[in-house]
Protein backbone atom coordinates (compact mmCIF):
# COMPACT_ATOMS: atom_id res chain seq x y z
CA UNK A 1 0.00 0.00 0.00
CA UNK A 2 1.13 3.60 -0.84
CA UNK A 3 1.62 6.04 2.08
CA UNK A 4 0.74 9.65 0.62
CA UNK A 5 2.45 10.97 3.09
CA UNK A 6 5.71 9.72 1.91
CA UNK A 7 5.41 11.24 -1.13
CA UNK A 8 7.00 14.33 -1.05
CA UNK A 9 9.92 15.35 -4.00
CA UNK A 10 13.06 17.24 -4.53
CA UNK A 11 14.00 20.25 -6.20
CA UNK A 12 18.02 21.73 -6.70
CA UNK A 13 18.38 20.19 -2.82
CA UNK A 14 15.65 20.78 -1.32
CA UNK A 15 12.50 18.55 -0.54
CA UNK A 16 9.01 19.61 -0.72
CA UNK A 17 5.37 18.28 0.20
CA UNK A 18 3.39 20.76 -2.30
CA UNK A 19 3.49 19.87 -5.82
CA UNK A 20 1.36 22.98 -6.86
CA UNK A 21 3.51 26.30 -7.25
CA UNK A 22 1.84 29.34 -7.14
CA UNK A 23 2.36 32.86 -8.55
CA UNK A 24 1.81 36.59 -7.23
CA UNK A 25 0.63 38.37 -9.60
CA UNK A 26 -2.60 39.86 -10.59
CA UNK A 27 -4.60 39.63 -7.02
CA UNK A 28 -6.29 43.10 -5.87
CA UNK A 29 -3.44 43.67 -3.40
CA UNK A 30 -1.11 42.19 -1.28
CA UNK A 31 -3.59 40.62 1.33
CA UNK A 32 -5.67 38.52 -0.98
CA UNK A 33 -2.02 37.82 -2.33
CA UNK A 34 -0.96 36.42 0.99
CA UNK A 35 -4.70 34.31 1.84
CA UNK A 36 -4.82 32.68 -1.79
CA UNK A 37 -1.14 31.63 -1.40
CA UNK A 38 -1.83 30.46 2.14
CA UNK A 39 -5.47 28.07 0.73
CA UNK A 40 -3.56 26.38 -2.24
CA UNK A 41 -0.39 25.24 0.45
CA UNK A 42 2.20 26.11 -1.70
CA UNK A 43 5.49 25.94 -0.36
CA UNK A 44 6.99 27.56 -3.38
CA UNK A 45 5.81 31.07 -4.93
CA UNK A 46 7.43 32.63 -7.94
CA UNK A 47 7.93 36.50 -7.86
CA UNK A 48 8.46 38.64 -11.53
CA UNK A 49 11.53 40.35 -10.17
CA UNK A 50 10.61 43.03 -12.88
CA UNK A 51 7.05 43.93 -11.67
CA UNK A 52 7.23 43.18 -7.98
CA UNK A 53 9.17 45.14 -4.94
CA UNK A 54 11.43 42.75 -3.13
CA UNK A 55 12.88 45.76 -1.40
CA UNK A 56 14.39 47.66 -4.43
CA UNK A 57 11.71 50.51 -4.23
CA UNK A 58 11.90 51.59 -0.63
CA UNK A 59 8.61 52.80 0.89
CA UNK A 60 6.32 50.70 -0.82
CA UNK A 61 4.57 47.74 -0.23
CA UNK A 62 6.83 44.83 0.12
CA UNK A 63 6.19 41.29 -1.66
CA UNK A 64 8.03 39.59 1.70
CA UNK A 65 5.69 41.35 3.83
CA UNK A 66 2.89 39.08 3.00
CA UNK A 67 4.93 36.13 2.02
CA UNK A 68 8.24 35.50 3.92
CA UNK A 69 11.09 33.68 2.90
CA UNK A 70 11.45 32.21 6.31
CA UNK A 71 7.60 30.72 4.99
CA UNK A 72 8.01 30.30 1.85
CA UNK A 73 10.53 29.15 -0.99
CA UNK A 74 10.62 32.47 -2.85
CA UNK A 75 11.35 31.66 -6.72
CA UNK A 76 12.66 34.82 -8.97
CA UNK A 77 11.47 35.05 -12.45
CA UNK A 78 12.08 36.52 -15.15
CA UNK A 79 8.11 37.41 -16.98
CA UNK A 80 8.87 40.14 -19.50
CA UNK A 81 12.17 39.43 -20.72
CA UNK A 82 12.57 39.19 -24.66
CA UNK A 83 16.48 38.31 -24.31
CA UNK A 84 19.09 36.20 -22.78
CA UNK A 85 20.53 39.32 -21.68
CA UNK A 86 17.70 41.13 -19.87
CA UNK A 87 16.61 37.25 -18.38
CA UNK A 88 20.41 36.68 -17.29
CA UNK A 89 20.26 40.44 -15.83
CA UNK A 90 16.94 39.97 -13.73
CA UNK A 91 18.50 36.73 -12.03
CA UNK A 92 21.59 38.64 -10.82
CA UNK A 93 19.65 40.95 -9.54
CA UNK A 94 17.38 38.68 -7.80
CA UNK A 95 20.37 37.14 -6.21
CA UNK A 96 21.12 40.21 -4.81
CA UNK A 97 18.17 41.00 -3.73
CA UNK A 98 17.30 38.01 -1.96
CA UNK A 99 20.90 37.30 -0.39
CA UNK A 100 22.90 35.10 -2.69
CA UNK A 101 19.34 33.19 -3.90
CA UNK A 102 20.15 30.44 -6.19
CA UNK A 103 17.32 29.55 -7.06
CA UNK A 104 15.35 30.95 -10.25
CA UNK A 105 12.99 30.32 -13.04
CA UNK A 106 14.00 31.29 -16.46
CA UNK A 107 11.28 32.35 -18.92
CA UNK A 108 12.66 34.71 -22.58
CA UNK A 109 9.25 35.02 -24.47
CA UNK A 110 9.39 35.46 -28.02
CA UNK A 111 6.00 36.48 -29.00
CA UNK A 112 4.39 39.55 -27.32
CA UNK A 113 1.03 37.70 -28.56
CA UNK A 114 0.93 34.21 -27.86
CA UNK A 115 4.08 34.23 -25.07
CA UNK A 116 5.36 31.71 -26.25
CA UNK A 117 9.39 31.22 -25.87
CA UNK A 118 12.21 31.98 -27.62
CA UNK A 119 13.70 28.74 -26.79
CA UNK A 120 17.03 29.87 -28.83
CA UNK A 121 17.22 32.66 -26.56
CA UNK A 122 16.50 30.51 -23.45
CA UNK A 123 18.86 27.80 -24.40
CA UNK A 124 21.28 30.91 -24.55
CA UNK A 125 20.52 32.36 -20.96
CA UNK A 126 20.21 29.08 -19.56
CA UNK A 127 23.77 27.83 -20.40
CA UNK A 128 25.05 31.02 -18.61
CA UNK A 129 22.50 31.03 -15.38
CA UNK A 130 23.76 27.47 -15.31
CA UNK A 131 27.32 28.16 -15.38
CA UNK A 132 27.16 30.63 -12.72
CA UNK A 133 25.70 28.54 -10.26
CA UNK A 134 22.23 29.61 -10.50
CA UNK A 135 19.43 26.75 -9.99
CA UNK A 136 17.56 26.92 -13.00
CA UNK A 137 13.67 25.80 -13.41
CA UNK A 138 13.18 26.88 -17.36
CA UNK A 139 10.03 27.21 -18.88
CA UNK A 140 9.88 25.76 -22.38
CA UNK A 141 7.64 25.04 -25.63
CA UNK A 142 5.59 21.00 -25.03
CA UNK A 143 8.62 20.24 -27.68
CA UNK A 144 10.23 16.58 -26.27
CA UNK A 145 13.91 17.27 -27.77
CA UNK A 146 13.66 21.04 -26.60
CA UNK A 147 13.16 19.54 -22.92
CA UNK A 148 16.13 17.04 -23.04
CA UNK A 149 18.37 19.43 -24.24
CA UNK A 150 17.44 22.09 -21.56
CA UNK A 151 17.92 18.72 -18.81
CA UNK A 152 21.56 18.34 -20.27
CA UNK A 153 22.37 21.73 -20.17
CA UNK A 154 21.77 21.06 -16.45
CA UNK A 155 18.98 22.69 -15.28
CA UNK A 156 17.20 21.09 -12.02
CA UNK A 157 13.24 21.40 -13.60
CA UNK A 158 11.90 21.84 -16.87
CA UNK A 159 8.46 23.29 -17.33
CA UNK A 160 6.95 22.61 -20.08
CA UNK A 161 3.63 24.92 -21.47
CA UNK A 162 0.32 23.39 -21.43
CA UNK A 163 -1.51 26.24 -23.29
CA UNK A 164 -0.73 29.74 -23.62
CA UNK A 165 -0.04 32.04 -20.57
CA UNK A 166 -3.13 33.10 -19.16
CA UNK A 167 -5.32 31.28 -21.49
CA UNK A 168 -6.74 28.55 -19.04
CA UNK A 169 -7.18 26.26 -22.08
CA UNK A 170 -6.25 23.40 -19.79
CA UNK A 171 -3.50 20.96 -21.53
CA UNK A 172 -3.45 20.83 -25.49
CA UNK A 173 -0.91 17.97 -26.09
CA UNK A 174 -0.87 15.36 -23.29
CA UNK A 175 1.09 12.89 -25.51
CA UNK A 176 3.83 15.73 -25.86
CA UNK A 177 3.77 16.42 -22.14
CA UNK A 178 3.73 12.08 -20.97
CA UNK A 179 6.58 11.80 -23.60
CA UNK A 180 8.55 14.28 -21.81
CA UNK A 181 7.86 12.78 -18.74
CA UNK A 182 8.76 9.27 -19.74
CA UNK A 183 12.14 10.81 -20.73
CA UNK A 184 13.10 12.81 -17.68
CA UNK A 185 15.40 12.80 -15.05
CA UNK A 186 14.81 16.25 -13.16
CA UNK A 187 11.36 16.94 -12.23
CA UNK A 188 9.17 17.78 -14.95
CA UNK A 189 6.18 20.47 -14.34
CA UNK A 190 3.27 21.88 -16.45
CA UNK A 191 3.30 25.71 -16.42
CA UNK A 192 0.97 27.77 -17.89
CA UNK A 193 -2.06 27.19 -20.08
CA UNK A 194 -4.05 25.79 -16.00
CA UNK A 195 -7.56 27.45 -15.87
CA UNK A 196 -9.68 24.82 -13.60
CA UNK A 197 -8.91 22.20 -11.08
CA UNK A 198 -9.28 19.10 -13.43
CA UNK A 199 -6.71 20.81 -15.44
CA UNK A 200 -4.45 20.30 -12.86
CA UNK A 201 -5.58 16.77 -12.37
CA UNK A 202 -4.55 15.95 -15.57
CA UNK A 203 -1.28 17.28 -15.75
CA UNK A 204 -0.44 15.32 -12.41
CA UNK A 205 -2.36 12.37 -14.04
CA UNK A 206 0.14 12.26 -16.53
CA UNK A 207 2.56 12.08 -14.38
CA UNK A 208 4.27 15.33 -13.70
CA UNK A 209 6.00 16.23 -10.79
CA UNK A 210 4.17 19.60 -10.11
CA UNK A 211 1.67 21.91 -11.94
CA UNK A 212 2.88 26.14 -11.49
CA UNK A 213 -0.33 28.43 -12.02
CA UNK A 214 -0.89 32.33 -11.39
CA UNK A 215 -3.75 33.25 -13.73
CA UNK A 216 -6.28 30.60 -13.00
CA UNK A 217 -6.60 31.24 -8.98
CA UNK A 218 -5.79 35.19 -9.38
CA UNK A 219 -8.47 35.16 -11.86
CA UNK A 220 -10.95 33.72 -10.28
CA UNK A 221 -14.31 34.66 -9.03
CA UNK A 222 -13.26 33.77 -5.82
CA UNK A 223 -9.03 33.41 -5.96
CA UNK A 224 -8.93 31.73 -2.13
CA UNK A 225 -11.75 28.65 -2.96
CA UNK A 226 -9.82 28.18 -6.42
CA UNK A 227 -6.83 27.56 -4.69
CA UNK A 228 -8.22 25.25 -2.35
CA UNK A 229 -9.76 23.53 -5.43
CA UNK A 230 -6.66 23.90 -6.77
CA UNK A 231 -4.52 22.18 -4.38
CA UNK A 232 -7.47 19.22 -3.95
CA UNK A 233 -7.08 19.26 -7.83
CA UNK A 234 -2.75 18.80 -7.57
CA UNK A 235 -3.18 16.17 -4.76
CA UNK A 236 -5.93 13.54 -6.14
CA UNK A 237 -4.60 13.69 -9.70
CA UNK A 238 -0.80 12.47 -8.02
CA UNK A 239 -2.53 9.97 -6.15
CA UNK A 240 -4.45 8.88 -9.28
CA UNK A 241 -1.01 9.15 -10.78
CA UNK A 242 0.21 6.96 -7.91
CA UNK A 243 -2.32 4.02 -7.60
CA UNK A 244 -2.57 3.86 -11.49
CA UNK A 245 -5.41 3.63 -13.65
CA UNK A 246 -7.35 0.74 -14.96
CA UNK A 247 -6.56 -0.20 -18.62
CA UNK A 248 -9.20 1.38 -21.20
CA UNK A 249 -10.94 -1.10 -22.84
CA UNK A 250 -13.47 -0.75 -26.22
CA UNK A 251 -16.00 -2.95 -24.32
CA UNK A 252 -18.06 -3.17 -21.51
CA UNK A 253 -16.64 -5.38 -18.33
CA UNK A 254 -19.06 -5.83 -15.41
CA UNK A 255 -18.71 -4.57 -12.21
CA UNK A 256 -19.82 -7.93 -10.71
CA UNK A 257 -18.63 -11.69 -11.89
CA UNK A 258 -21.38 -13.27 -14.04
CA UNK A 259 -19.97 -17.09 -13.32
CA UNK A 260 -21.79 -18.69 -10.25
CA UNK A 261 -25.08 -16.98 -10.56
CA UNK A 262 -27.86 -18.28 -8.35
CA UNK A 263 -30.84 -19.46 -10.85
Excluded at 7 to 33: I, M, P, Q
Excluded at 76 to 100: I, K, Q
Excluded at 136 to 145: A, E, I, L, R, S
Aim: proline content about 6%; some cysteine.
Amino acid sequence: MIEVSDDSWRLGGRTFRSRLLVGTGKYKDLAETGRAVVASGAEIVTVAVRRTNLGQNPGEPNLLDALPPNRFTILPNTAGCYTAEEAVRTCRLARELLDDHRLVKLEVIGDKTSLFPDMVETIKAAEILVAEGFEVMVYTTDDPVAAKRLEALGCVAVMPLAAPIGSGLGIRNPFNIRLIVENARVPILVDAGVGTASDAAVAMELGCDGVLMNTAIAAARDPVLMATAMRKGVEAGREAYRAGRMPRRTAADPSSPLAGLVT
